[in-house]
């Protein structure tokens, strides 16, 4: 079986100073379909791709196997929560709907019942007005 030869690319890669700040700043939600597949296929069932039989080659591979390890973890569960995420936004826009409507109806209770307050204190008085006469 043909084996891939990653070590002189993988020099040219780690040498870069900013790889590690890549790493960092790598858009994680938009991580290209292919590659996920790539990722799922290829590596995460590979026996040898786990981080304990890794560091035996290299701290440096180690740190990169997790690394891949967590996007792809990531991804997963990005994909059942994004929906989730989008659920709770429009209940969220909905609830905040019901709510705006519920004070406005509570604004108008309170007007009728300032207007039945008032009406009731004025017969109170009228009452009042007719004992003492």
Known sequence: KKMDDFWKPSQK?????????????????????????????????????????????????????????????YDRVAKVVAPKKAALAIAESKFAEAQKSLNAKRAMLKEVQDKLQNLRDKIRREHQEEGRS
């Open 13 to 73: 890669v780690l040498g870069d100073m900013k790889f590690l700040q890549s790493l960092r700043e790598y858009d994680k939600d938009n991580v290209s379909p292919p590659i996920i597949k790539k990722i799922r296929n290829t590596y995460i069932p590979n026996p040898e791709f786990v981080p304990e039989k890794i560091r035996q080659a290299s701290n440096a591979a180690e740190g990169l196997c997790k690394w891949v390890r967590a996007i792809e973890a």
